[in-house]
């Protein structure tokens, strides 16, 4: 009878908007993968924090303008004002994501290569789990960590591509864990807030309060090294390319993607972006498409789809909806 109610019939997404929910997370993961090839290109002409700040003003910018869009509004919502009381949570989801994130994962890869770092990272959907189980009471099935193991074990094979990984600073592979505990930490977060925001509101307010917070770190360490005159157009273009989608369309996707789903669920589709990455580097940067990557991509989507088709029914209720 309970399941009858009209308040959870309301609730209960259809097939139509849960692969619309789907297709939006892939879409973000695409962008986040091509990111890293993008990034490389900035990175020979402009410093990790510089291009952090530089993609979030983009970011805001675009945002602000698309916003005054009906047909945009219709379909992400408007941006809405940011009362004072919820400053402390947009404060620390900013925190999060994009500053901790971005940081522990810029420093991270100037002491371990991008292999290594991706396998860091590929964790993330394994350590989700234990937090969203002890803080949002989130239902893990024991098929769906099965499926979660086996989209790490994906990412490992298609990063290593079957090589004997070379000794690491333990130190580098501290910071690029910090990354993860940095998206686990705003997934969690997001699932708290109250549901009126919109994701393209969040996005805004995120990467507004995260460009405040990089900005005194860009003024002490990379301000006098930035010549405007001497960046070449390829690192501008990068710069342009990041700033437009990934830290717009991709965080506008991944958010409401993580208010749907649950951050369980949602940042298992974080597996995909090594997969995205390695396309994106063969047509763009002709790196080799080995057997050993074609293999890990294979064990990746087998993963994701095992963890999503698992104990859909048994998920709780959005929270973010709660409140």
Same mark, same amino acid.
């Given at each position: 009878? @309970?399941? +009858?109610?009209?308040?959870?019939?309301? /609730?209960?997404?259809?097939?139509?908007?849960?692969?619309?929910?789907?297709?939006?997370?892939?879409?973000?993961? %695409?962008?986040?993968?091509?990111?890293?090839?993008?990034?490389?290109?900035? #990175?020979?002409?402009?410093?990790?924090?510089?291009?952090?700040?530089? @993609? %979030? %003003?983009?970011?805001?910018?675009?945002?602000?303008l698309i916003s005054?869009?009906p047909a945009v509004?219709?379909?992400?919502?408007?941006? $809405?004002?940011?009362?004072?009381?919820?400053?402390?949570?947009?404060?620390?989801?900013?925190?999060?994501?994009?500053?901790?994130?971005?940081?522990?994962? *810029?420093?991270?890869?100037?002491?371990?290569?991008? +292999?290594?770092? +991706?396998?860091?990272?590929?964790?993330?959907?394994?350590?989700?789990?234990?937090?969203?189980?002890?803080?949002? @009471?989130?239902? =893990?099935?024991?098929?769906?960590?099965?499926?979660?193991?086996?989209?790490?074990?994906?990412?490992?094979?298609? =990063?290593? /591509?079957?090589?004997?990984?070379?000794?690491?600073?333990?130190?580098? =592979?501290?910071?690029?864990?910090?990354?993860?505990?940095?998206?686990?930490?705003?997934?969690?977060?997001?699932?708290?807030?109250? &549901?009126?925001?919109?994701?393209?509101?969040?996005v805004f307010y995120?990467? #507004?309060?995260?460009?405040?917070?990089?900005?005194?770190?860009?003024?002490?360490?990379?301000?006098?090294?930035?010549?405007? $005159?001497?960046?070449? !157009?390829?690192?501008?273009?990068?710069?342009?390319?990041?700033?437009?989608?990934?830290?717009? =369309?991709?965080?506008?996707?991944? *958010?409401? &993607?993580? @208010?749907?789903?649950?951050?369980?669920?949602? *940042?298992?589709?974080? *597996?995909?972006? !090594?997969?995205?990455?390695?396309?994106? +580097?063969?047509?763009?940067? $002709?790196?080799?498409?080995?057997?050993?990557?074609?293999?890990?991509?294979?064990?990746?989507?087998?993963?994701?789809?095992?963890?999503?088709?698992? $104990?859909?029914?048994? /998920?709780?209720?959005?929270?973010?909806?709660?409140?």
């Amino acid at each position: 009878m @309970r399941r +009858s109610t009209a308040g959870e019939s309301k /609730d209960a997404p259809s097939t139509r908007s849960q692969l619309g929910v789907y297709l939006g997370l892939t879409c973000a993961m %695409l962008l986040f993968g091509m990111s890293f090839v993008f990034t490389s290109v900035a #990175l020979e002409s402009l410093g990790p924090v510089t291009i952090i700040l530089i @993609r %979030l %003003l983009i970011s805001i910018a675009m945002i602000w303008l698309i916003s005054r869009l009906p047909a945009v509004v219709a379909v992400v919502g408007r941006i $809405g004002r940011l009362p004072r009381a919820h400053l402390p949570h947009f404060a620390l989801i900013a925190l999060f994501q994009p500053f901790l994130y971005f940081l522990s994962e *810029n420093y991270g890869l100037l002491f371990v290569p991008p +292999s290594v770092a +991706s396998v860091v990272v590929g964790t993330i959907p394994v350590v989700t789990p234990i937090f969203a189980f002890f803080l949002l @009471r989130e239902r =893990v099935t024991v098929v769906s960590c099965l499926g979660f193991v086996m989209s790490f074990v994906g990412v490992a094979v298609l =990063v290593l /591509d079957g090589e004997a990984p070379e000794p690491v600073p333990v130190f580098g =592979v501290l910071l690029v864990f910090g990354a993860v505990l940095a998206a686990v930490g705003y997934s969690i977060v997001l699932r708290l807030l109250p &549901g009126r925001y919109s994701a393209l509101s969040v996005v805004f307010y995120q990467n #507004l309060i995260g460009a405040a917070y990089f900005l005194p770190v860009f003024v002490f360490l990379e301000a006098r090294t930035v010549v405007p $005159g001497e960046v070449p !157009p390829e690192a501008i273009g990068a710069v342009l390319f990041l700033g437009l989608l990934p830290s717009t =369309v991709s965080f506008v996707f991944l *958010n409401a &993607g993580i @208010r749907r789903l649950g951050a369980t669920k949602a *940042n298992v589709f974080t *597996n995909l972006v !090594p997969i995205f990455a390695a396309i994106a +580097s063969y047509f763009l940067v $002709g790196e080799a498409f080995t057997q050993a990557k074609i293999l890990g991509m294979a064990i990746t989507i087998g993963g994701v789809v095992l963890s999503q088709t698992v $104990g859909r029914r048994r /998920d709780p209720e959005t929270i973010a909806a709660a409140g």
